[in-house]
Every structure is written in C-alpha cells, then in structure tokens.
C-alpha cells in the first residue's frame, strides 16, 4: 500500500483532507502522513480531527521530491548504488547508441567500480560530456564494403559447396 514517491498530482488544492483520507489518496500509510506533519506539514488548527489543506499538501510533496533530486552537471554520471552524480573513473565514458537520435554514457564508479548510465540526446552530448572522454563506437564494414573477403569464402577455390557435399 506505501508509495515511495506520493504524487502530488492528485491532492485538489481547494480540498481539506483528513489524515486518513490524504493517507488514503496517496496511498500511504495514515502513520506515514502524521510524519510529515512531525516533519513540518502545516495543519489548519490543533484541533482534532488534524485537517490539511490540499495546497500545502501538494506544496509540502513537491518541495520532499525536489529536495531529492540529484542533477547531473556537465561530466557527471548518476551512480545508483552510491546515490549522487559523480564524474567516472579516469574521466572517461562510453557512448552506446540506442536510437538514431539518443543514447546511453555509460562509466564506471570510482568509488563502488559499478557502472554509471546517463540517458542523453546525440545533440546534446557535447553539453553533456563536459570535460569526459567520451569513446564513439566505430561503425562495422559491410561485407560488400571490405577489401579481402571472408576467411571462410568459397571464393576462387574453383570447387562449389555442391561438389563437397557429393564428395562426403
């Protein structure tokens, strides 16, 4: 029933809401909004029942979530275990396309050797990359493309797969 990240989307700013009902629409637990109240929520009086006016409900949810947010500055990567951005290991990285347009930085932690992601848009990677080294995948030939053909060609050996399969 517990929400880590109530949205805030759903109180009715004009609204007053019990603590069981904003437990409720949030789906959280009632002990979990009387917390928040510990924790700073403003109730209308001291009065019980304890009312919470929607506006600073959703006030008090959208300053929790912006206060958790970690951004990335240029040349950082979000590492998960470690829970802050923070540049690679070697100030390097790797860029893997996953669309024509966007991709994952991918580099490893310096503090936990675990590997960072960063989501970032092919246009936006020289904002982003800041002062990384960022390594391009190189496209692979295409076989029609390449100088020498394949090691495992019949080409030029004047005996056709036909032949051998007879021969066996």
């Known amino acids: 029933m517990s929400s880590r990240r109530p949205n ?4 009715k700013t004009h609204r007053n809401y019990t ?3 904003a437990a ?9 909004v009387r917390r928040w109240i510990k924790d700073g929520l403003p109730t ?17 949810l959208k300053a929790r979530r912006e206060s958790n947010k970690r951004p990335c500055q240029p040349g950082q990567i979000y590492c998960v275990a470690c829970r802050n951005p923070k540049e690679p290991a070697g100030n390097m990285a790797d860029y893997q396309p996953r669309t ?7 580099g490893l932690c310096p503090s936990c050797d675990r590997l960072m992601y960063r989501r970032v848009s092919l246009g936006k990677l ?5 002062s990384l080294d960022v390594a391009m995948p190189q496209a ?24 051998k399969a007879q021969s066996i």
């Open 8 to 11: 805030y989307q759903l109180v």
């Open 19 to 21: 603590v069981e009902e």
């Open 24 to 32: 409720t629409l949030l789906g959280t637990h009632r002990n979990t």
């Open 44 to 60: 209308c009086d001291d009065r019980r029942p304890q009312l919470i006016l929607g506006r600073t409900l959703s006030d008090f």
């Open 100 to 106: 024509a347009t966007a991709g994952n930085l991918i």
């Open 126 to 130: 020289e904002q982003v990359r800041g």
């Open 140 to 163: 692979l030939t295409h076989i029609s493309e390449s100088t020498k053909p394949s090691v495992n060609s019949d080409f030029g050996q004047g005996v056709s797969n036909h032949d």
